[in-house]
């Protein structure tokens, strides 16, 4: 029998800015070492929303959700 991870169950890529998802130390800690409030770069689409990177919101949901150990790859290089 084959074994499925399932660590990405119950995850979707979400291109919204989901500050939702972050917990609340991690956007203070932010804040206090970048000096600022604004935690994310407004970029807005064509149809006026406020959008961000799919895959953050899909990492976060497959840590919180089912504890996911994610990294990126040091031999991944993009040129």
Do not use: W
Not at 4 to 14: A, E, P, Q, R, V
Not at 21 to 34: F, G, Q
């Amino acid at each position: 029998m084959t074994k499925y991870n399932n660590k990405f169950l119950n995850t979707y890529y979400d291109g919204r800015i989901r500050l939702d998802l972050i917990p609340d130390v991690n956007l203070s800690a932010h804040k206090t070492v970048t000096k600022s409030k604004l935690v994310y770069k407004r970029y807005v689409t064509v149809d006026g929303r406020y959008e961000d990177c799919e895959h953050r919101a899909f990492h976060i949901q497959a840590k919180q959700n089912s504890s996911a150990r994610i990294m990126i790859s040091p031999e991944i290089l993009f040129y």
